[in-house]
């Protein structure tokens, strides 16, 4: 064997071992939900159960305080859809000012934008949480999805990274046609914007999926728990809940990022990096 | 009338400001009004249910005095300054490695990026809190080796770096990003430092490097805000212990604020945070002029 083969073999060696590293305690999760409390306590490393226990999953989705997963996974879906579809439509909107219309305070909103996607959640999350409690929507849906409908800075910059691909001659034609700039977004622009869109949706919805500090500060009734609180919860409550159904539930939730994954793999990939590139 | 209300809606003017509003009404409503209220009552003593009175400075010196604050910064940067490095320099080796002429880069990438994807989630933080437990995955490891089980979330040394492993196991995403940037190094360049002589080592660090440096400092800069508002993990993890030895800036804000109803005194604190981030990643750009190569 010449030297050159051998290197290639420790090549792919290490980055197959690697690989089974990172993805280890996923697995270890999923075999867990399969597996009964006395062997995930014992620390065992096996992936495949010694014996598989499968009430792990019916338990864990009766939940508690006679709420079922059900209840949250719906509340999940309703607070990340809602919070998605804002974020396109504003997004959208708020590149197509900042890059092609020439209008006054266009390069100071643009300095702003960049500036605000700078600024730690922390700093305004406490005046943020008292205004809602003042208007007496704690509790409610709407401070998790009300700041979606005013664009988000990484959104805008990445659609905006996006839309210079564009080429400017196609409003300009439509224009001529007789085409208002309104019209031009509707029916050119934002078609024109599908891969930066889609890559917009899976991203904003795997965040606000996993969400936990908006969901821990501003929901107090259990009814109305997301997915990732009432997870935490359901770990909490101890002595009452498994370890396996505990597995098994956390295995659940992560289903809806694996399957945009699986699906979307190229946007995703593709809008991550462009997110990063050109400057 | 009708006209020229159209003429008028038609201007760049309006347009630009009609698609723009929704930022525009956003950046005074969640972020400026906010952020002035937030200023506001770190020079107050304001509880919820409370009357609000002024006190000036008192909850900054306060700060300065404060123990558990001090060491909140004092673990926060340890974390930072760990965490963010190691992951870069990760994610930057394995991205460089996919880039080399193999098979299969595209499933390895996706490989790689699957704990980033789901690492903010509560279900990996909880998997990860049993591996490291007393029993845990990594204990029976570690006996298999033949060493003794850590107490890791007991022990004040040991609990950073559980941690900081959840954080470098999610490299995924600086990897893409870095991965992104080697492709668009023109192979020519490569070629012509093979023909002078240069081996694998040397053209990584004069060629690659330098080319990559714009997107080094990106992934800097965002690694380090994120890494600086962690929260989540610590608070599902360690819940800050043992003996505040994970206590990080956003949970002692969070503590603050929502158990111990210091309203005015966490946004003291949260405003020396972005004080301090400010600093940081001010410096961080000042030092970019010597090691970002400009295009």
Redesign the interface.
């Known amino acids: 064997m010449t030297n050159k083969k051998i290197k290639?073999i420790a090549?792919?060696l290490?980055?197959l071992i690697?690989?089974l590293i990172?993805?280890y305690?996923?697995l270890?999760?999923i075999s867990?939900s399969f597996k009964s409390d006395n062997e995930?306590?014992?620390?065992?490393?096996n992936l495949i159960p010694k014996e598989f226990k499968d009430g792990n999953y019916s338990a864990g989705w009766a939940g508690f305080a006679g709420i079922s997963f059900f209840t949250f996974f719906k509340n999940s879906f309703i607070v990340s859809s809602i919070s998605t579809i804002a974020t396109v439509l504003?997004s959208t909107?708020?590149a197509?000012?900042?890059s092609r219309?020439?209008?006054?305070?266009?390069k100071f909103?643009f300095a702003?934008?960049l500036v605000?996607m700078?600024?730690?959640?922390?700093?305004?999350?406490?005046?943020?949480?008292?205004?809602y409690?003042k208007l007496n929507l704690v509790g409610t849906y709407i401070p998790l999805v009300?700041?979606h409908?005013?664009?988000q800075a990484f959104f805008?910059y990445q659609i905006m990274q996006f839309m210079v691909s564009i080429p400017k001659e196609l409003d300009e034609s439509a224009i001529i046609d007789g085409c208002?700039?309104?019209s031009v977004?509707t029916k050119i622009i934002f078609p024109l914007l599908k891969p930066s869109i889609i890559t917009t949706i899976i991203i904003q919805f795997?965040?606000k999926?996993?969400d936990?500090?908006g969901p821990l500060?501003y929901l107090n009734n259990p009814k109305t728990y997301t997915?990732?609180?009432a997870?935490?919860l359901f770990?909490d409550a101890g002595s009452s809940t498994s370890?396996g159904s505990?597995?098994a539930?956390?295995?659940i939730?992560?289903i809806p990022?694996?399957l945009i994954?699986l699906f979307f793999?190229k946007y995703l990939?593709q809008g991550?990096?462009?997110s990063?590139?050109k400057? | 009338m009708k006209e020229k209300f159209r003429r008028f809606m038609n201007e760049d003017n309006v347009v630009g400001h009609v698609f723009a509003l929704p930022f525009i009404i956003g950046f005074f409503l969640i972020t400026l009004i906010p952020m002035a209220l937030s200023l506001y009552y770190s020079f107050t003593d304001y509880r919820l249910g409370n009357p609000i009175s002024w006190i000036g400075f008192d909850n900054y010196t306060k700060l300065f005095a404060d123990d558990r604050f001090m060491n909140a910064i004092k673990v926060t940067f340890i974390y930072v300054l760990t965490s963010v490095p190691l992951k870069l320099v990760f994610g930057l080796f394995v991205a460089y490695l996919l880039t080399r002429n193999i098979k299969g880069t595209t499933f390895f990438r996706s490989l790689y990026y699957v704990p980033s994807l789901i690492g903010g989630s509560i279900s990996v933080a909880l998997v990860w809190k049993e591996i490291f437990s007393k029993t845990g995955l990594i204990n029976v490891l570690l006996s298999k080796l033949g060493g003794e089980p850590l107490s890791w979330y007991g022990d004040q040394k040991l609990v950073m770096i559980p941690l900081v492993l959840m954080s470098v196991w999610q490299f995924g995403s600086a990897m893409i990003i870095f991965a992104a940037g080697i492709k668009e190094i023109p192979k020519s360049y490569y070629e012509a430092a093979e023909m002078d002589g240069a081996n694998k080592l040397q053209s990584f660090f004069h060629i690659t490097l330098p080319m990559l440096s714009p997107i080094i400092l990106y992934n800097l800069i965002m690694q380090t805000i994120s890494a600086f508002m962690t929260f989540t993990q610590a608070y599902i993890i360690t819940n800050g212990g043992p003996n505040d030895a994970t206590n990080f800036y956003a949970l002692y804000v969070y503590n603050q604020a929502f158990k111990f109803n210091s309203m005015g005194y966490a946004s003291a604190i949260s405003w020396v945070m972005l004080i301090i981030m400010g600093i940081v990643t001010l410096l961080i750009f000042k030092s970019s002029k010597s090691w970002v190569a400009v295009k």
Do not use: H
């Open positions: 290639k090549l792919y290490f980055i690697l690989g990172m993805i305690p996923v270890w999760m867990g995930i306590l014992s620390g065992s490393l504003s909107c708020i197509y000012a900042l219309i020439e209008f006054k305070g266009r909103w702003v934008m605000t700078m600024i730690p959640a922390q700093v305004i999350l406490i005046p943020q949480f008292l205004i409690n009300l700041p409908f005013f664009g805008i208002s700039k309104y977004f795997y965040w999926w996993d936990f500090m500060i997915v990732s609180i997870l935490k770990a370890y505990m597995f539930m956390s295995t939730s992560l990022v694996f994954f793999n990939v991550i990096s462009t990063g590139l400057d």
